[in-house]
């Protein structure tokens, strides 16, 4: 009986981290920033060495844990991590309290874990509606009511789509009377038994997902939630969730969709098109560093989505090393965020930047190695994701997707190209302030991964595509 | 390679590059030291065959170079290089130049060249001495008008020899010159071959048409003038005329061209000579017309590359070299209608300029004898230019300045002395032929005293006449002017009008565009929101129609 | 290719990257013991090291070996099966050692600008070692790699170092130059997915007729995006001339060589049907630039201008010459470009200190040579070397190359030959304006500049012996 549940250690751990946290914020007057930090360091720690130990332990129908869902987790618990500590920096500095956002954290990474390994789609749907919306509300942190302009629009599309999100697992419901997804996918596979419900609630459930991925066209929230939010927060919704939706996506459509999937690739097509397009274009439409960065993000997604449909263990490789590398790169320029400061305050317009490369060379190189890395340029890692994406398309014959792809980056590389000029070619109007040693360790890890993952990433592309073809088993 | 060239390229390499000219006697003994021996040496050579030695200019084809002559090249060299003698002893004598062991040195530097060309039994040889020989000469030219349009000149001369012999090479498969022979008949674009190598050696001669370039030079000193004149490229010209002849036979235009460009170039010089004031560029003119001679005896296949052209070569040098005589006596004055009556003053220095020209007139004669015509053409523009000028001088009522008629006096001996030599030993040489030579003299005295065509010295008067260059202007107005109108047009076209102004602002536009609906969607506004959800919705329907009902 | 287990490839490629970690490390304080120039010194340093290491390479390969050799093969990824496989032949020897020239006397040319000195040297050893390796890759994937990665340093480079008013044009420099670099990367992928073959091989891939279209159209595309073609020449023309760091100037226009090898390399000595509607449109195309470029240059007034033409003009030629259906004059080409790349970079360094100077009198740069004789010697020699005069092997080896294009078709040659001739005058024109004041009213005297110290003068006195070495003997370093 207890075999059959041991695999729940890590959900378990996170969930006392956050009885754990709630308590010492009840009993404990004197925390700091740090505290909060710590404890949540503390069961992250823990709760990503217990997922590599049941790596592949089952929770009866309900997890289903293999090299794919421990892949994923581990991303998560690595990133979080990673993003924990820096945000770290930025409450020590400014002496805000940190609960909410470590508490979140850790709820997040909960829902998130569990959303991963699920087979059961109303598992799923509360794992990554709680985890979203925990990450909406993180936007209203340390935020007075007025500066919150837009928001509750935003809250009000998130909450539509969450439903639209639950009328399409009801519908599966109603119908199947399941929500395994094994008992889902046999009954897709019956051609004669299918019905347009299925198809409306597969489309209300991929919407759903699709706009918690800020996907274009429901992309628009995402923008303006990441310019406006705190670095911390910021930061967190763009690089973490984004490993959660594209593995729970990934894993429902195969479990469980998959005999009904080939009518929907023209939309994720269409889709991916699209993102890219108003990725590049919004990039260069903006000139507050995190928008152009959540835009240029819109374009990676798009790539992303574009390379793994049709969705087949090739195309899912490449989508994830290019969406790897893309977070490996955004960790990066989120790291350096923390590095651009300005008399305590975290600079995040263009044009509070000018000249830092003078006064901040090793930010500004690194700030350049990760925009390079993202434009695709060899020798760094973003050449790793284009070829594995192009080289997947063209062996797909999709011609007209790759040259969609090379005119958005154009357009794309467009907006870099002013980050550029900003940073090294003007001269600087202001004075910079001592940066963190925590975030050039931050940075110099990035980087040294960066380079090193090229100059040999046979083992990197061999390993990661043995974990994610177990989704397929 | 043979030592003696060796020797001349080493010491002029020295001579040119002595820190601050120091040393400049020393130098100059060494320099007639390398020329005396190179003589010497090349004497050795007489009787002996050619010797060839591989050259790796260009690694894929074998180059066999030659330094070592045969008994004719041997004739040559030897006329370059006492004529080489001659253009040092000047510059040491006479004292104008600032550096005279940078003059000697190139002097030393461009007889190697001529050498190389003269004994070059391939092309490549040939054009690397052609070349060469442009940048001694370029460096030896200190006037910036001249030296401009010597080096543009003499840019295209060499560019065009360099690839009409690319154009032979790929047709002849051979870079050796005696191979042309019949199998030049064989090749494509004969005529474009032989009028470009024309054009070529006209440009180097200073041809009608393309010697502007030697025009301007008539402010260099007189001695470097001179060297230019005679020992350079206009000399190279030659060379490489004599080295390539067999070629011409290819097309049907090569000797009227030639005939044309040769006659209309003694007839310019002809009437230059008579017209012009200055008498440095009277000097020039009559080297312009020693040249157009030359190229009528080739034009005419009357004259060969023989060693009576040396000795006529060393003539027409010493023969310009006398007018400097003038021009020294006079306190340098250049103005021949500021002299004239100097002959009570200057008997000495006529007599001198007398000898010089029998001097010429009779190596003329030794050159041009196989052809009485042509013999006759070459004595009377010769006599005629030559006493007008001296009548010029020495007869016509004075106009010199007071200061320069009190200055008047014989110049030195060692200024005359190589011409009164060379005159004893072609007299000597010609000793049976007194009487024509008396003749001539006769001939000579009454043109001189009678002075047919004084009339002519009105145009001294006309300052544009003496300014006028019509040859750069037509090449500055109907070159260069449609160059540069063409180039600024096509920068306007190309790159603004097309670039600027249609591809990229349609582009910025577009983009500008792109932004504006961007933003227009993107605004706090619920609307744009709810299209981009419609717009998802309906792509879901669409695909949902096209997947599923169809 | 013939195999070889060295390593002195690899060191090639990786001296200017131990050049870049200590460039970076360096101290560049204008401190007294350093004068400023530690960094400078640094990258005087790695060059002159590797120049030594090319020149043991030179060494151990065949001189007349049409295959790459000492070839070195790393294994890099196993799905895609890519590797990676470098290797030399004499002509890319002779580039590199040329380029390496070419910078070497770049940074002589900036050892007095202490302007973020650092910044310069690290980046132009950066594009050191990846145009190196560019020259040195011998698989589609490689060659790829450092073609695009030599766009970074680059950009950089003109960046900081170049004229800010005209970033918008920078921009659409470097996204034409990424966009031929992206078309390039489709075409290698298709190939890669088709049949895995080296770069010599590519024409034997059978490819669908409309793909084969466009894989060559995009190598095509590619690689002329790195040469100021008409009509696009004017976003590189003007980057490139507005440029006053010599050293930037110098790399700048060597970003021209790397389309002009990448064709050569690519381009099959036997072309398949398939190509000859590119070759004839790139023959257009080149013939009109040149044409167009040279004429442009006779009028303009700026030397960097003319110069620029100049050198677009000459690196046209050497890919019109190229894709003549022969082998043989690569070698030609190659020693010619050997003279050539070190002769514009020693006319662009004494431009450069001209310019420096010229801020110093006020009375312009007309004759500003005038006084100046060691500059004036020099800047002649080098103009007169560049304008084919024989002082280098540009002379006879381009008679080789004029020779194959007379031969192939005299029509178009002879506008080829129209263009060389206005961009050799456009610099002999310049040269003249330098040294005489044309201005009556300006005494020689009056022009009171500094002339070129002696140890840079004795550094270009050896540049020249080089030159006429390469013209008595192109071989002249083996012997």
Same mark, same amino acid.
């Given at each position: 009986?207890?075999?059959?549940?041991?695999?729940?250690?890590?959900?378990?751990?996170?969930?006392?981290?956050?009885?754990?946290?709630?308590?010492?914020?009840?009993?404990?007057?004197?925390?700091?920033?740090?505290?909060?930090?710590?404890?949540?360091?503390?069961?992250?720690?823990?709760?990503?060495?217990?997922?590599?130990?049941?790596?592949?332990?089952? @929770?009866?129908?309900?997890?289903?844990?293999?090299?794919?869902?421990?892949?994923?987790?581990?991303?998560?618990?690595?990133?979080?991590?990673?993003?924990?500590?820096?945000?770290?920096?930025?409450?020590?500095?400014?002496?805000?309290?940190?609960?909410?956002?470590?508490?979140?954290?850790?709820? !997040?990474?909960?829902?998130?874990?569990?959303?991963?390994?699920?087979?059961?789609?109303?598992?799923?749907?509360? +794992?990554?509606?709680?985890?979203?919306?925990?990450?909406?509300?993180?936007?209203?942190?340390?935020?007075?009511?007025?500066?919150?302009?837009?928001?509750?629009?935003?809250?009000?599309?998130?909450?539509?789509?969450?439903?639209?999100?639950?009328?399409?697992?009801?519908?599966?419901?109603?119908?199947?009377?399941?929500?395994?997804?094994?008992?889902?996918?046999?009954?897709?596979?019956?051609?004669?038994?299918?019905?347009?419900?299925? &198809?409306?609630?597969?489309?209300?459930?991929?919407?759903?997902?699709?706009?918690?991925?800020?996907?274009?066209?429901?992309?628009?929230?995402?923008?303006?939630?990441?310019?406006?939010?705190?670095?911390?927060?910021? #930061?967190?919704?763009?690089?973490?969730?984004?490993?959660?939706?594209?593995?729970?996506?990934?894993?429902?459509?195969?479990?469980?969709?998959?005999?009904?999937?080939?009518?929907?690739?023209?939309?994720?097509?269409?889709?991916?098109?699209?993102?890219?397009?108003?990725?590049?274009?919004?990039?260069?439409?903006?000139?507050?560093?995190?928008?152009?960065?959540?835009?240029?993000?819109?374009?990676?997604?798009?790539?992303?989505?574009?390379?793994?449909?049709?969705?087949?263990?090739?195309?899912?490789?490449?989508?994830?090393?290019?969406?790897?590398?893309?977070?490996?790169?955004?960790?990066?320029?989120?790291?350096?965020?923390?590095?651009?400061?300005?008399?305590?305050?975290?600079?995040?317009?263009?044009?509070?930047?000018?000249?830092?490369?003078?006064?901040?060379?090793?930010?500004?190189?690194?700030?350049?190695?990760?925009?390079?890395?993202?434009?695709?340029?060899?020798?760094?890692?973003?050449?790793?994701?284009?070829?594995?994406?192009?080289?997947?398309? *063209?062996?797909?014959?999709?011609?007209?997707?790759?040259?969609?792809?090379?005119?958005?980056?154009?357009?794309?590389?467009?907006? &870099?190209?002013?980050?550029?000029?900003?940073?090294?070619?003007?001269?600087?109007?202001?004075?910079?302030?001592?940066?963190?040693?925590?975030?050039?360790?931050?940075?110099?890890?990035?980087?040294?991964?960066?380079? =090193?993952?090229?100059?040999?990433?046979?083992?990197?592309?061999?390993?990661?595509?043995?974990?994610?073809?177990?989704?397929?088993? | 390679?043979?030592?003696?060239?060796?020797?001349?390229?080493?010491?002029?390499?020295?001579?040119?590059?002595?820190?601050?000219?120091?040393?400049?006697?020393?130098?100059?003994?060494?320099?007639?030291?390398?020329?005396?021996?190179?003589?010497?040496?090349?004497?050795?050579?007489?009787?002996?065959?050619?010797?060839?030695?591989?050259?790796?200019?260009?690694?894929?084809?074998?180059? %066999?170079?030659?330094? @070592?002559?045969?008994?004719?090249?041997?004739?040559?060299?030897?006329?370059?290089?006492?004529?080489?003698?001659?253009?040092?002893?000047?510059? =040491?004598?006479?004292?104008?130049?600032?550096?005279?062991?940078?003059?000697?040195?190139?002097?030393?530097?461009?007889?190697?060249?001529?050498?190389?060309?003269?004994?070059?039994?391939?092309?490549?040889?040939?054009?690397?001495?052609?070349?060469?020989?442009?940048?001694?000469?370029?460096?030896? /030219?200190?006037?910036?008008?001249?030296?401009?349009?010597?080096?543009? #000149?003499?840019?295209?001369?060499?560019?065009?020899?360099?690839?009409?012999?690319?154009?032979?090479?790929?047709?002849?498969?051979?870079?050796?010159?005696?191979?042309?022979?019949?199998?030049?008949?064989?090749?494509?674009?004969?005529?474009?071959?032989?009028?470009?190598?024309?054009?070529?050696?006209?440009?180097?001669?200073?041809?009608?048409?393309?010697?502007?370039?030697?025009?301007?030079?008539?402010?260099?000193?007189? !001695?470097?003038? !001179?060297?230019?004149?005679?020992?350079?490229?206009?000399?190279?010209?030659?060379?490489?005329?004599?080295?390539?002849?067999?070629?011409?036979?290819?097309?049907?235009?090569?000797?009227?061209?030639?005939?044309?460009?040769?006659?209309?170039?003694?007839?310019?010089?002809?009437?230059?000579?008579?017209?012009?004031?200055?008498?440095?560029?009277?000097? @020039? &003119?009559?080297?312009?017309?020693?040249?157009?001679?030359?190229?009528?005896?080739?034009?005419?296949?009357?004259?060969?590359?023989?060693?009576?052209?040396?000795?006529?070569?060393?003539?027409?040098?010493?023969?310009?070299?006398?007018?400097?005589?003038?021009?020294?006596?006079?306190?340098?004055?250049?103005?021949?209608?500021?002299?004239?009556?100097?002959?009570?003053?200057?008997?000495?220095?006529?007599?001198?300029?007398?000898?010089?020209?029998?001097?010429?007139?009779?190596?003329?004669?030794?050159?041009?004898?196989?052809?009485?015509?042509?013999?006759?053409?070459?004595?009377?523009?010769?006599?005629?230019?030559?006493?007008?000028?001296?009548?010029?001088?020495?007869?016509?009522?004075?106009?010199?300045?007071?200061?320069?008629?009190?200055?008047?006096?014989?110049?030195?001996?060692?200024?005359?002395?190589?011409?009164?030599?060379?005159?004893?030993?072609?007299?000597?040489?010609?000793?049976?032929?007194?009487?024509?030579?008396?003749?001539?003299?006769?001939?000579?005295?009454?043109?001189?005293?009678?002075?047919?065509?004084?009339?002519?010295?009105?145009?001294?008067?006309?300052?544009?006449?003496?300014?006028?260059?019509?040859?750069?202007?037509?090449?500055?107005?109907?070159?260069?002017?449609?160059?540069?109108?063409?180039?600024?047009?096509?920068?306007?076209?190309?790159?603004?009008?097309?670039?600027?102004?249609?591809?990229?602002?349609?582009?910025?536009? %577009?983009?500008?565009?792109?932004?504006?609906?961007?933003?227009?969607?993107?605004?706090?506004?619920?609307?744009?929101?709810?299209?981009?959800?419609?717009? +998802?919705?309906?792509?879901?329907?669409?695909?949902?129609?096209?997947?599923?009902?169809? | 290719?013939?195999?070889?287990?060295?390593?002195?490839?690899?060191?090639?490629?990786?001296?200017?990257?131990? +050049?870049?970690?200590?460039?970076?490390?360096?101290?560049?304080?204008?401190?007294?013991?350093?004068?400023?120039?530690?960094?400078?010194?640094?990258?005087?340093?790695?060059?002159?090291?590797?120049?030594?290491?090319?020149?043991?390479?030179?060494?151990?390969?065949?001189?007349?070996?049409?295959?790459?050799?000492?070839?070195?093969?790393?294994?890099?990824?196993?799905?895609?099966?890519?590797?990676?496989?470098?290797?030399?032949?004499?002509?890319?020897?002779?580039?590199?050692?040329? =380029?390496?020239?070419?910078?070497?006397?770049?940074?002589? #040319?900036?050892?007095?600008?202490?302007?973020?000195?650092?910044?310069?040297?690290?980046?132009?050893?950066?594009?050191?070692?990846?145009?190196?390796?560019?020259?040195?890759?011998?698989?589609?994937?490689?060659?790829?790699?450092?073609?695009?990665?030599?766009?970074?340093?680059?950009?950089?480079?003109?960046?900081?170092?170049?004229?800010?008013?005209?970033?918008?044009?920078?921009?659409?420099?470097?996204?034409?130059?990424?966009?031929?670099?992206?078309?390039?990367?489709?075409?290698?992928?298709?190939?890669?997915?088709?049949?895995?073959?080296?770069?010599?091989?590519?024409?034997?891939?059978?490819?669908?007729?409309?793909?084969?279209?466009?894989?060559?159209?995009?190598?095509?595309?590619?690689?002329?995006?790195?040469?100021?073609?008409?009509?696009?020449?004017?976003?590189?023309?003007?980057?490139?001339?507005?440029?006053?760091?010599?050293?930037?100037?110098?790399?700048?226009?060597?970003?021209?060589?790397?389309?002009?090898?990448?064709? /050569?390399?690519?381009?099959?000595?036997?072309?398949?049907?398939?190509?000859?509607?590119?070759?004839?449109?790139?023959?257009?195309?080149?013939?009109?630039?040149? @044409?167009?470029?040279?004429?442009?240059?006779?009028?303009?007034?700026?030397?960097?201008?003319?110069?620029?033409?100049?050198?677009?003009?000459?690196?046209?030629?050497?890919?019109?010459?190229?894709?003549?259906?022969?082998?043989?004059?690569?070698?030609?080409?190659?020693?010619?470009?050997?003279?050539?790349?070190?002769?514009?970079?020693?006319?662009?360094?004494?431009?450069?200190?001209?310019?420096?100077?010229?801020?110093?009198?006020?009375? #312009?740069?007309?004759?500003?040579?005038?006084?100046?004789?060691?500059?004036?010697?020099?800047?002649?020699?080098?103009?007169?070397?560049?304008?084919?005069?024989?002082?280098?092997?540009?002379?006879?080896?381009?008679?080789?190359?004029?020779?194959?294009?007379?031969?192939?078709?005299?029509?178009?040659?002879?506008?080829?030959?129209? %263009? *060389?001739?206005?961009?050799?005058?456009?610099?002999?024109?310049?040269?003249?304006?330098?040294?005489?004041?044309?201005?009556?009213?300006?005494?020689?005297?009056? *022009?009171?500049?500094?002339?070129?110290?002696?140890?840079?003068?004795?550094?270009?006195?050896?540049?020249?012996?080089?030159?006429?070495?390469?013209?008595?003997?192109?071989?002249?370093?083996?012997?």
């Amino acid at each position: 009986m207890l075999n059959d549940y041991i695999a729940l250690i890590p959900e378990l751990i996170l969930f006392l981290g956050l009885i754990c946290m709630r308590l010492i914020k009840l009993v404990r007057k004197n925390n700091t920033p740090k505290t909060f930090y710590t404890i949540s360091r503390l069961f992250l720690f823990f709760g990503a060495v217990m997922t590599a130990i049941f790596y592949n332990q089952n @929770v009866g129908d309900y997890l289903y844990n293999n090299l794919f869902t421990t892949l994923f987790k581990m991303l998560i618990y690595i990133f979080t991590f990673i993003w924990g500590y820096l945000s770290l920096k930025r409450f020590t500095s400014k002496n805000m309290p940190s609960f909410t956002f470590y508490n979140a954290v850790l709820f !997040n990474t909960l829902c998130f874990s569990v959303a991963i390994s699920t087979h059961n789609l109303l598992i799923l749907f509360l +794992g990554l509606s709680l985890g979203f919306w925990t990450g909406i509300n993180l936007i209203k942190m340390e935020k007075e009511p007025h500066e919150l302009n837009g928001n509750g629009v935003y809250s009000a599309f998130s909450f539509l789509f969450i439903l639209a999100f639950a009328c399409g697992v009801g519908i599966f419901y109603y119908y199947t009377k399941s929500f395994n997804y094994g008992a889902i996918e046999r009954t897709l596979a019956i051609k004669n038994l299918l019905i347009w419900q299925y &198809y409306l609630a597969f489309s209300l459930i991929m919407c759903g997902i699709l706009y918690m991925m800020s996907v274009a066209p429901f992309h628009f929230w995402f923008a303006n939630a990441v310019g406006n939010a705190i670095l911390p927060v910021a #930061g967190y919704i763009t690089i973490i969730p984004i490993f959660a939706y594209f593995a729970c996506m990934v894993n429902v459509i195969v479990n469980a969709f998959y005999p009904i999937l080939g009518w929907f690739n023209i939309t994720f097509m269409c889709f991916g098109i699209f993102s890219i397009f108003i990725g590049a274009i919004g990039a260069n439409s903006e000139s507050n560093l995190r928008k152009i960065f959540a835009y240029s993000g819109l374009y990676y997604i798009g790539v992303t989505i574009l390379a793994l449909f049709p969705i087949n263990d090739n195309n899912l490789v490449s989508a994830f090393i290019y969406l790897l590398v893309y977070i490996v790169a955004f960790c990066g320029i989120y790291t350096i965020f923390y590095g651009y400061r300005s008399r305590g305050d975290y600079l995040i317009e263009l044009d509070d930047i000018k000249g830092v490369a003078t006064q901040r060379p090793f930010l500004s190189v690194a700030l350049l190695i990760f925009m390079i890395s993202l434009i695709g340029t060899p020798p760094l890692l973003g050449f790793l994701g284009k070829l594995s994406v192009i080289n997947s398309m *063209i062996v797909g014959k999709e011609f007209v997707l790759v040259g969609a792809i090379l005119v958005a980056m154009l357009i794309l590389v467009y907006a &870099y190209l002013k980050i550029i000029t900003v940073v090294y070619f003007e001269a600087r109007n202001k004075s910079f302030d001592e940066v963190d040693k925590g975030v050039y360790i931050c940075m110099l890890i990035n980087i040294i991964l960066i380079l =090193i993952a090229i100059i040999n990433p046979k083992y990197l592309m061999h390993d990661v595509e043995m974990m994610l073809v177990a989704v397929f088993k | 390679m043979p030592h003696y060239l060796i020797i001349l390229l080493f010491v002029g390499i020295g001579s040119v590059f002595i820190p601050k000219n120091r040393m400049v006697y020393w130098w100059t003994s060494v320099t007639f030291f390398a020329l005396i021996y190179s003589a010497l040496s090349l004497m050795g050579y007489f009787g002996s065959s050619a010797l060839t030695f591989d050259w790796q200019a260009i690694p894929n084809i074998p180059i %066999a170079i030659s330094f @070592v002559p045969e008994y004719f090249g041997c004739c040559a060299c030897l006329g370059v290089l006492i004529l080489s003698f001659f253009a040092v002893y000047y510059n =040491i004598i006479v004292k104008k130049e600032e550096r005279p062991n940078t003059i000697n040195g190139l002097v030393l530097l461009n007889c190697v060249f001529v050498i190389s060309a003269l004994l070059s039994p391939n092309y490549i040889q040939l054009l690397a001495a052609v070349g060469m020989s442009d940048v001694i000469v370029f460096s030896s /030219i200190n006037q910036l008008d001249a030296k401009k349009q010597y080096i543009y #000149g003499n840019f295209f001369a060499d560019f065009i020899l360099l690839n009409t012999f690319a154009l032979i090479f790929v047709q002849s498969d051979s870079i050796v010159i005696s191979s042309f022979g019949n199998a030049s008949k064989q090749w494509g674009h004969r005529d474009f071959i032989a009028i470009m190598l024309l054009l070529s050696i006209f440009i180097k001669s200073g041809l009608v048409m393309f010697h502007t370039a030697y025009q301007k030079m008539s402010s260099l000193n007189y !001695n470097r003038l !001179n060297f230019i004149l005679y020992l350079t490229t206009p000399l190279m010209g030659a060379v490489v005329f004599e080295n390539i002849k067999d070629i011409f036979v290819i097309s049907d235009y090569s000797y009227p061209l030639l005939k044309i460009f040769s006659v209309l170039t003694v007839l310019s010089a002809f009437i230059g000579t008579l017209c012009v004031d200055n008498i440095k560029r009277k000097a @020039v &003119y009559l080297s312009m017309m020693f040249w157009g001679l030359i190229f009528m005896g080739y034009a005419w296949q009357i004259s060969t590359f023989s060693p009576k052209f040396y000795i006529l070569l060393l003539s027409a040098f010493l023969f310009n070299n006398s007018l400097m005589l003038i021009y020294k006596s006079a306190s340098d004055e250049v103005l021949i209608s500021r002299m004239g009556g100097f002959l009570q003053s200057l008997k000495f220095t006529f007599f001198i300029n007398v000898i010089s020209v029998i001097l010429y007139v009779v190596t003329w004669w030794i050159y041009a004898q196989k052809s009485i015509p042509y013999a006759m053409v070459g004595l009377f523009v010769i006599s005629i230019t030559s006493a007008h000028v001296f009548s010029e001088v020495y007869l016509s009522q004075s106009k010199a300045d007071e200061w320069v008629l009190a200055r008047l006096k014989n110049p030195l001996f060692l200024l005359w002395l190589p011409i009164v030599f060379i005159f004893s030993v072609v007299l000597y040489i010609k000793s049976n032929d007194w009487q024509y030579i008396y003749g001539f003299a006769v001939f000579w005295m009454l043109l001189f005293i009678f002075h047919p065509l004084r009339k002519l010295s009105v145009l001294y008067q006309y300052d544009s006449l003496q300014k006028l260059d019509k040859v750069t202007w037509i090449y500055n107005f109907f070159i260069l002017a449609p160059l540069r109108f063409f180039g600024r047009v096509l920068r306007l076209i190309v790159d603004f009008v097309f670039i600027e102004r249609t591809l990229i602002a349609s582009i910025k536009n %577009a983009i500008r565009f792109a932004i504006f609906i961007f933003r227009k969607l993107h605004g706090n506004n619920i609307w744009g929101h709810l299209i981009f959800v419609l717009l +998802g919705v309906v792509i879901v329907a669409i695909a949902y129609y096209k997947g599923v009902m169809q | 290719m013939i195999e070889n287990t060295g390593i002195l490839l690899s060191i090639i490629m990786a001296i200017p990257m131990l +050049g870049v970690m200590f460039a970076s490390l360096a101290k560049d304080g204008l401190g007294q013991t350093t004068k400023g120039r530690n960094v400078l010194s640094v990258g005087i340093f790695t060059i002159l090291s590797n120049l030594i290491v090319l020149w043991i390479t030179a060494r151990k390969i065949n001189v007349n070996g049409t295959n790459l050799q000492l070839v070195e093969k790393f294994k890099w990824l196993e799905t895609p099966n890519i590797e990676l496989v470098f290797g030399i032949d004499f002509f890319s020897l002779l580039l590199i050692a040329a =380029i390496h020239f070419a910078v070497l006397l770049g940074m002589i #040319g900036v050892r007095n600008n202490p302007y973020r000195q650092k910044t310069l040297i690290i980046s132009s050893l950066l594009f050191l070692s990846m145009i190196t390796g560019y020259l040195l890759a011998a698989d589609i994937f490689s060659f790829y790699i450092f073609f695009e990665a030599t766009l970074l340093p680059l950009f950089m480079l003109v960046g900081i170092f170049g004229d800010i008013r005209k970033q918008d044009i920078l921009y659409r420099f470097f996204l034409y130059n990424l966009l031929g670099a992206m078309l390039l990367f489709t075409a290698l992928c298709i190939l890669f997915d088709t049949e895995n073959v080296s770069i010599s091989e590519i024409s034997r891939v059978s490819l669908n007729r409309h793909i084969e279209i466009f894989v060559w159209g995009a190598i095509f595309v590619a690689f002329l995006s790195r040469i100021p073609i008409w009509p696009f020449h004017y976003w590189i023309s003007s980057v490139n001339v507005n440029i006053s760091n010599p050293l930037v100037f110098i790399i700048a226009n060597i970003m021209p060589l790397t389309g002009v090898y990448g064709l /050569i390399r690519f381009f099959p000595l036997t072309a398949p049907d398939i190509l000859d509607p590119y070759l004839l449109a790139l023959k257009i195309i080149s013939i009109t630039t040149m @044409v167009v470029i040279s004429l442009i240059g006779f009028s303009n007034r700026d030397i960097q201008y003319k110069l620029f033409s100049y050198m677009t003009v000459y690196y046209i030629l050497y890919l019109l010459g190229a894709l003549l259906p022969t082998d043989a004059l690569l070698g030609n080409i190659g020693f010619s470009l050997f003279a050539y790349l070190i002769v514009i970079s020693a006319i662009e360094i004494m431009i450069s200190h001209l310019e420096k100077e010229k801020q110093c009198t006020k009375v #312009g740069d007309c004759g500003i040579l005038c006084n100046i004789k060691r500059s004036s010697f020099v800047l002649s020699f080098f103009i007169l070397a560049a304008v084919g005069l024989p002082l280098s092997s540009l002379f006879l080896n381009n008679m080789l190359i004029f020779a194959g294009l007379l031969s192939y078709n005299i029509k178009m040659a002879a506008f080829i030959l129209v %263009a *060389i001739i206005l961009s050799s005058i456009s610099l002999l024109h310049h040269l003249f304006y330098l040294k005489y004041p044309q201005d009556d009213t300006i005494e020689s005297k009056d *022009i009171c500049v500094s002339d070129i110290s002696m140890p840079v003068f004795c550094v270009f006195i050896l540049f020249m012996l080089i030159l006429i070495a390469s013209f008595i003997n192109p071989l002249w370093f083996m012997e």
